[in-house]
């Protein structure tokens, strides 16, 4: 690591849009602490690694406490503060709720609810101290609706929807800016391992993860309170989901989200 330059944090850092938000902070200089459990996560770190960037990879799983402090422990080594934390891990379970695994669905509320939390809590203390820093949090399109047959879900990214625009305003009046990012449908292993492959959101169309990466990371950099990632169909979805009723929203996320093999 050179303390000369900036440093970011990027967890679900190993593929998908995390990856591609952590290219955008090597193209821009950042030395990078990348968080992920697979092996995938060592490539993307020496793929980064060859632009000139230091790449610290941390292996950590979100779902514990004993991760969330590897983590920051990785991240603050030498009294660091991070410029910028993309907190962007997350996982999502499809299905009929009363069918699913409680564990399972209790994984999900660890790193989508608890880890976001406590490492935001971390994070944000430091910057405050420093005078300066940038979050970004990957919320979703969904945290405004409903999520029949995918509720877990949905209501952990509304969590992190109404927690992020709270601690907005809080720290409105400091150097410290907190920014959603709200992917709609994205082209990533999402669906695949939330087992929403025989859904229709599963088989429809997709967002390009760097195309939705470049859009959080430009919000992120302007301080934006919130940004919907990605194309129209994002654009349209959100505008669904804000100004559409309840009953509607989660109607039209039944069908979309109910497992065509049977469920
Ligand atoms: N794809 C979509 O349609 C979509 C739409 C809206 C919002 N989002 C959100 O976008 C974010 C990124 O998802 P993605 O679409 O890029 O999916 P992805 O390709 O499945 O990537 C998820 C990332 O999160 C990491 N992760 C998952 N569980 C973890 C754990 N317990 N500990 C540490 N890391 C963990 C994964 O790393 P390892 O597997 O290597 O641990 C991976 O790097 C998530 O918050 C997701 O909810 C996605």
């Not at 955008?24 to 950042?30: E, M, Q, S």
């Not at 082209?187 to 959080?216: E, I, N, Q, S, W």
């Amino acid at each position: 690591m050179n303390d000369t330059r900036p440093l970011a944090v990027v967890t679900g850092a190993s593929r998908g849009i995390g990856r591609e938000l952590a290219a955008l902070f090597a193209v821009d200089g950042h030395d990078l602490v990348l968080v992920a459990r697979s092996p995938a996560l060592d490539d993307a770190a020496a793929e980064l690694e060859s632009s000139g960037v230091s790449v610290t990879p941390v292996h950590a799983d979100l779902r514990t406490e004993a991760g969330v402090r590897a983590v920051y422990e990785a991240a603050t080594a030498g009294g660091r503060v991070p410029a910028a934390v993309a907190l962007n891990a997350g996982t999502g379970i499809g299905g009929a709720f009363v069918d699913a695994d409680p564990e399972e669905l209790l994984a999900v509320v660890d790193v989508n609810v608890r880890s976001t939390v406590h490492l935001a809590r971390l994070f944000l203390a430091d910057m405050v101290r420093a005078g300066s820093g940038r979050l970004l949090f990957t919320s979703s399109v969904v945290s405004l609706m409903p999520g029949p047959y995918q509720a877990v879900y949905n209501a952990s990214k509304a969590f992190v929807q109404s927690f992020t625009d709270g601690i907005h305003d809080e720290l409105s009046d400091t150097d410290v800016t907190v920014t959603s990012m709200l992917p709609g449908a994205t082209d990533t292993h999402f669906f695949a391992r939330a087992g929403m492959l025989d859904t229709l959101l599963g088989k429809g169309p997709k967002d390009d993860p760097a195309r939705v990466a470049k859009d959080g990371y430009d919000a992120l950099l302007r301080g934006d309170r919130r940004v919907v990632a990605g194309s129209l169909l994002a654009r349209s979805m959100a505008a669904f989901g804000a100004l559409a009723p309840d009953a509607v929203t989660g109607a039209v996320h039944k069908v979309l989200a109910r497992p065509r093999s049977g469920g």
